[in-house]
């Protein structure tokens, strides 16, 4: 199978602007989580997505903001830039069973400056 | 929220099994255990999950005791490609679940 893609991998934009960045599952596989990783703050999770729904959300501005599609593809958005947003924003999918017992797979993630 | 705890950082040399622990004094009945992998600038990896007693894969050993407030991943022969940051993650999906990743224990295996 293949793994979770991310695109692009690397973005450079300048304060203010915005961001889209976008996820593909694996297949057959419903959840999608998004965390952004500094050196400061580690690994952080944002929000998860599941069956297009926003099950979970982070401790992050509302400047975060994501959505899942019926094909469980998933995008997260990042509305005006501030200089502490450069990160690595990871995504990772993950088949939930009935149990509870849940696998998280990670893409490659995206490196993301912000200037 | 199981909060997790590990030692900060590990030293090792190629061939010797490494042992890293991680503390989760309250987890909860219904969580599993996670161990990752990431290298610099990269996703995480998955390395191993369980629930109670002993799960051994292809690349590691996980080790829970009865009571299931710690876990310890065995890394049997190192070596160098296995310089990494190894996070441990309790959970379980559904209802508020948060994943809280700690900081992680960085292994560095010497020559």
């Known amino acids: 199978k293949a793994g979770v893609t991310q695109t692009p991998r690397y973005l450079i934009k300048t304060r203010g602007q915005q961001v889209t960045l976008s996820c593909s599952p694996i297949?057959?596989?419903?959840?999608v989580s998004w965390y952004q990783q500094t050196p400061g703050q580690g690994l952080q999770f944002l929000f998860e997505y599941f069956s297009e729904t926003q099950r979970n959300k982070g401790n992050f501005p509302g400047r975060f903001s994501g959505r899942q599609f019926s094909n469980s593809r998933s995008e997260m958005n990042v509305s005006t830039l501030e200089l502490g947003d450069s990160a690595l924003y990871l995504c990772a999918s993950s088949l939930v069973k009935s149990s509870g017992q849940e696998t998280q797979y990670f893409g490659p993630g995206t490196r993301l400056l912000v200037l | 929220l199981a909060k997790t705890t590990q030692p900060i950082s590990m030293d090792s040399y190629e061939g010797q099994e490494v042992n890293i622990t991680c503390s989760h004094n309250?987890?909860?009945?219904?969580?599993?255990i996670t161990w990752y992998q990431q290298f610099p600038s990269q996703g995480p990896r998955f390395i191993i999950q369980g629930y109670k007693t002993k799960v051994t894969n292809e690349v590691a050993s996980l080790f829970i005791p009865a009571d299931r407030k710690s876990s310890t991943l065995s890394l049997p022969r190192v070596s160098l490609s296995d310089t990494a940051v190894y996070y441990c993650l309790v959970g379980a999906s559904g209802g508020s679940y948060i994943p809280t990743f700690g900081r992680g224990t960085s292994l560095i295996v010497h020559p």
């Open positions: 309250n987890i909860a009945t219904n969580d599993y």
């Open positions: 297949s057959g596989h419903r959840s």
